[in-house]
């Protein structure tokens, strides 16, 4: 069973930026998703990126000019940078996988298997 495991969390200001990244402990590359999910506090999981089985990206609008999905099939990684950050940017981030054939992949019932997370404060 794959496992996901999320890093590059932090504290920046805004404007900053980090770049998160997942490992994947098996192979990710038969997922027909990877994506990136963040959860606000006190709101619900949302869609922020996503790369399909076509390596096709998908951007929430909050997202779009900002933030670059990529990945290492070699290195089993997923990356998220983010640049030009604010602070309704601060949320938990996950990455996920999911075999399911979706057509933009940023709903959570697109993906099985979820990282634990990790922090992104921004301040002003």
């Known amino acids: 069973q794959v496992q996901l495991a999320e890093s590059g969390g932090g504290s920046v200001q805004a404007g900053g930026s980090l770049r998160l990244s997942c490992a994947a402990s098996?192979?990710?590359?038969?997922?027909?998703?990877l994506g990136w999910f963040r959860q606000p506090p006190g709101k619900e999981r949302e869609g922020v990126a996503a790369?399909?089985?076509?390596?096709?990206?998908h951007y929430a609008d909050s997202a779009k000019g900002r933030f670059t999905i990529s990945k290492d099939n070699v290195k089993n990684q997923l990356y998220l940078q983010m640049n030009q950050l604010n602070p309704e940017d601060t949320a938990l981030y996950y990455c996920?996988?999911?075999?399911?054939?979706?057509?933009?992949?940023?709903?959570?019932?697109?993906?099985?298997?979820w990282g634990q997370g990790t922090q992104v404060t921004v301040s002003q």
């Open positions: 996920a996988a999911g075999s399911r054939r979706s057509e933009y992949c940023l709903a959570t019932d697109d993906y099985a298997t």
């Open positions: 098996g192979d990710v590359s038969m997922s027909y998703c």
């Open positions: 790369i399909d089985w076509y390596d096709s990206t």
